[in-house]
Structure formats: structure tokens, C-alpha cells
């Protein structure tokens, strides 16, 4: 074989190697974690008498973005992951359930509607690159939404509405974190609206979200 020829071989070889898992990786469908108990999360609140326990997991480190298809901190988007775990012996209600992210200087944040973050994507601040320290470069962001990251918003947000005896439900809220530059420090999330299966409310629940940055 010619040494040309030869050369043009092993080089077609190493791009297949390296490109192609590459390409694979982008392409990866949305795959939901899988939830642990509640309870076995540094950041949760445990309510004993109801046997219900809420948990919070930020994904707020590039390790953990990798879930997803889009790098939601570049948008100044904080994904919260939220477990739900029923230890007692009657389902929970969720369909009313409110999530509330209260910041260190007491913002009030509701959870981002599917829209508000299709329009962030699409058109991003200047201002949302790197607003809370992560280990990212900084860039120029551009629109990011196609089917698979649309497809992919949709299958993590938190949509249970209820659950079932002896386990969990979990989910994605996702919060506009993008004029806050340290969103977890002094930071708390509060849940109400969940109800026993009698219909009565239960007590909130709160959450310090600086115990998942320790």
C-alpha cells in the first residue's frame, strides 16, 4: 500500500473515533435522573406526621448540566430538580401544588412557564452569560431552541399530580435566575398547595437551598 494512501486511511480512522461519540453525545435524548428518597437529599424538609418529604438538588455545576441538551446557566436559567416522597399509607395530592424561590435579598421568583423559557432561549440577555459561578467559558450565547430542546423542556418539568403510597415523584422547575449573581446564597423554597387525600392542605414546606451548596 502507498504510504499516502496508507496515511489517508488511519486519518479517516481517527476522525471517525473521535468525532463520532462527539456527535452522539450531542444528539442524546432528555433522560430523566432517577430519584432517591427525599429525605436522602441535604437540602429537604421532612414532615414526620404527614410522611411526606420534599427534596431539592440545583443543578448548578457543569457536571450535572450534562443532562440536558442546552446549558441553561449561559441563560441565567437555574434548573431545580424536586422529589416528592410519600412514606405514608395515602396518596398526595400535587395538582395545586406552588413552588416559590425566595432569594437572599427576598425576590420573589415563580417557576418559568415552558414559554418564558422558549423566549429566553431564543433571545437571550447579554447579561444572563455566567450570572452565577460555574465553571463554564464565557461566550456569546445564541437562540437555542429546536425540537429536541423543546421536547426536552417539556419531559423534565415536575408534572405529577399526585402521589402514590410508599414513593416519589420528581421533576424539573426551572427558575430566571439571570440578575441574581449568587442565587442559592441566603435563598429559600417554599411549596404549598399539596393536599392529604381528604382534600385538606398541608402545612409548607421550606427549604434552605444554601444546604445543597455544602
Do not use: C, W
Not at 158 to 185: N, R
Request: charged fraction near 20%.
Amino acid at each position: 500500500m502507498h504510504r499516502p494512501a496508507r496515511l489517508f486511511r488511519i486519518l479517516i480512522l481517527l476522525s471517525v473515533l473521535f468525532f463520532v461519540p462527539a456527535l452522539s453525545h450531542a444528539a442524546k435524548d432528555f433522560v430523566m435522573p432517577t430519584p432517591q428518597p427525599a429525605k436522602t437529599y441535604p437540602a429537604h424538609d421532612e414532615h414526620g406526621d404527614e410522611g411526606l418529604t420534599v427534596g431539592l438538588d440545583p443543578y448548578d455545576t457543569e457536571e450535572k448540566a450534562k443532562i440536558f441538551t442546552v446549558n441553561y446557566s449561559q441563560y441565567g436559567i437555574l434548573p431545580i430538580f424536586v422529589i416528592v416522597t410519600n412514606d405514608g399509607d395515602q396518596p398526595v395530592a400535587l395538582s395545586g401544588m406552588k413552588a416559590e424561590f425566595v432569594t437572599g435579598d427576598r425576590t420573589k421568583l415563580n417557576p418559568s412557564s415552558e414559554d418564558d423559557i422558549y423566549r429566553r432561549l431564543n433571545h437571550p440577555k447579554a447579561s444572563a452569560t455566567n450570572r452565577y459561578p460555574l465553571p463554564f467559558p464565557s461566550k456569546k450565547v445564541k437562540g437555542a431552541v429546536g425540537e429536541k430542546t423543546m421536547a426536552e423542556i417539556q419531559s423534565a418539568q415536575f408534572g405529577a399530580k399526585a402521589v402514590e403510597p410508599h414513593s416519589s415523584q420528581a421533576g424539573f422547575l426551572f427558575f430566571d435566575v439571570s440578575d441574581i449573581s449568587t442565587p442559592l446564597a441566603g435563598s429559600h423554597f417554599y411549596l404549598t398547595g399539596v393536599h392529604d387525600s381528604k382534600g385538606n392542605e398541608l402545612m409548607y414546606f421550606e427549604i434552605s437551598l444554601e444546604k445543597a451548596s455544602n
